[in-house]
C-alpha cells in the first residue's frame, strides 16, 4: 500500500514554544490530508482536513490558532503546535487520500507530543 | 451527525477462540465502512473495508465482516484469534460523498492469551 510518513516520531518540548510536525506522502500525491489526535486509550478524534493549495477546515472545538495546519504541496502537510502546553500533549496522526483507489485512507505512524 | 458505537471496549480471549467486535454507526445516507488494527507501538492498518456490493467483506489475516444495513452494523468477526491479534481494533465510517473525513468509533482493545 502507500506510504505516509510522519516526523518526528516523537517530540518533548517545553511550555510556551511551538513544535511542527510533517506529515509526508511517499509515493502518491495526497490531494487531501486529515490531522488527528489521539489520547491514550481513547479514540482518534479529527482536528482538520486540508486540501493542497487552500485553508484548512477544522472541527467544532479544534482551535486553528493554536493548531496551524499548512498544506503547501500534493505530498506535504504540516501542523503546528504553538505555544504548546502539557494539556497538547497527545499523539497526533495524518492521514492522506488521493485519487486511487477512490476513498482508501493512508496512515502515518503518528507523532507523540510531550510539552513539559 | 455521524457517530460509531463500539460495544466492547476491553476483550479478553484464548487462543482459538472466536471472535465478534460489535460496531454500530448513525448516518443519514450511504457510507463506506472501515475496520482498522494498530498494534501496539504501530500505526493504523486497514482490515476490511466495504464501499458496496456483497456485504460480506474479507480482510486480511483471516478477519471477515458483515455490512448489515437494517441494523446499521458493521461488525468484525474471526473464528479463530492468535496471541498476535492482540492489538486495538476501530470501526470507522465515512459518508460515501465526502472525499475522506472518517469518523472512528472508540476502540477495542483485543488481548489474547497464549
Known amino acids: 500500500g502507500a506510504v505516509v510518513s510522519q516526523h518526528p516520531s516523537w517530540v518533548i518540548c517545553k511550555s510556551g514554544t511551538s513544535v511542527k510536525i510533517e506529515c509526508r506522502s511517499l509515493?502518491?500525491?495526497?490531494?487531501?490530508m486529515f490531522w488527528y489526535r489521539q489520547f491514550p486509550k481513547q479514540s482518534l478524534m479529527l482536528m482538520a482536513t486540508?486540501?493542497?493549495?487552500?485553508?484548512?477546515?477544522?472541527e467544532q472545538g479544534v482551535e486553528k490558532d493554536k493548531f496551524l495546519i499548512n498544506h503547501a504541496s500534493l505530498t506535504l502537510s504540516t501542523l503546528t503546535v504553538t505555544s504548546a502546553h502539557p494539556e497538547d500533549s497527545s499523539f497526533y496522526i495524518c492521514?492522506?487520500?488521493?485519487?486511487?483507489?477512490?476513498?482508501?485512507?493512508?496512515f502515518g505512524e503518528g507523532s507523540r507530543l510531550t510539552v513539559l | 451527525a455521524q457517530s460509531v458505537s463500539q460495544h466492547n471496549h476491553h476483550v479478553i480471549l484464548s487462543e482459538a477462540a472466536s471472535l465478534e467486535l460489535g460496531c454500530n454507526y448513525s448516518?443519514?445516507?450511504?457510507?463506506?465502512l472501515f475496520w482498522y488494527v494498530q498494534y501496539p507501538g504501530q500505526h493504523l492498518q486497514l482490515l476490511l473495508k466495504y464501499f458496496s456490493g456483497d456485504p460480506l467483506v474479507k480482510g486480511i489475516k483471516g478477519f471477515e465482516a458483515e455490512f448489515i444495513k437494517s441494523k446499521f452494523s458493521f461488525n468484525l468477526r474471526k473464528p479463530s484469534v492468535q496471541w498476535s491479534d492482540t492489538a486495538e481494533y476501530f470501526c470507522?465510517?465515512?459518508?460515501?460523498?465526502?472525499?475522506?473525513?472518517?469518523?472512528f468509533g472508540q476502540g477495542t482493545t483485543l488481548q489474547v492469551k497464549p
Open positions: 486540508s486540501n493542497e493549495g487552500s485553508k484548512a477546515t477544522y
Open positions: 492521514s492522506a487520500s488521493g485519487l486511487a483507489p477512490a476513498g482508501e485512507l493512508f
Open positions: 470507522a465510517v465515512k459518508g460515501s460523498s465526502n472525499t475522506g473525513k472518517l469518523i
Open positions: 448516518y443519514g445516507g450511504t457510507v463506506n
Open positions: 509515493d502518491f500525491q495526497a490531494t487531501t
